[in-house]
Nanobody
Framework: QVQLVESGGGLVQAGGSLRLSCAASGRTFSSHAYAMAWFRQAPGKEREIAASIRWTIGSTYYTDSVKGRFTISRDIRGNTGYLQMNDLKPEDTAVYYC????????????WGQGTQVTVSS
């Protein structure tokens, strides 16, 4: 069983930075994780994927709106993923969720509880 716990959200002014963390528990997590992603959902909007990383090989994906500002990374030994967010904009305001896709799965089946990010103008 995999559990994900996010941290690092908060209130920041436009142009500021935050780093989100996602700690994964589970004795065999690293051997069963295929990818980790950060999704976000703003009020009144659908949830969207902001960034993802292949757990073993480290290849990354970013949605266009965060390219050049966000960086996703992971610490394999620590079973932790990160999302460094720089030059934050008010439109980045959302609840951010960490999610994991297991090896052999076709979707992200494990989700954290979410952490609020609010960017003031």
């Amino acid at each position: 069983q995999v559990q994900l716990v996010e941290s690092g959200g908060g209130l920041v002014q436009a142009g500021g930075s935050l780093r989100l963390s996602c700690a994964a528990s589970g004795r065999t997590f690293s051997s069963h994780a295929y990818a980790m992603a950060w999704f976000r959902q703003a009020p009144g909007k659908e949830r969207e994927i902001a960034a993802s990383i292949r757990w073993t090989i480290g290849s990354t994906y970013y949605t266009d709106s965060v390219k050049g500002r966000f960086t996703i990374s992971r610490d394999i030994r620590g079973n932790t993923g990160y999302l460094q967010m720089n030059d934050l904009k008010p439109e980045d305001t959302a609840v951010y969720y960490c999610a994991v896709q297991a090896v052999g799965a076709t979707s992200y089946g494990y989700w954290g509880q979410g952490t609020q990010v609010t960017v003031s103008s």
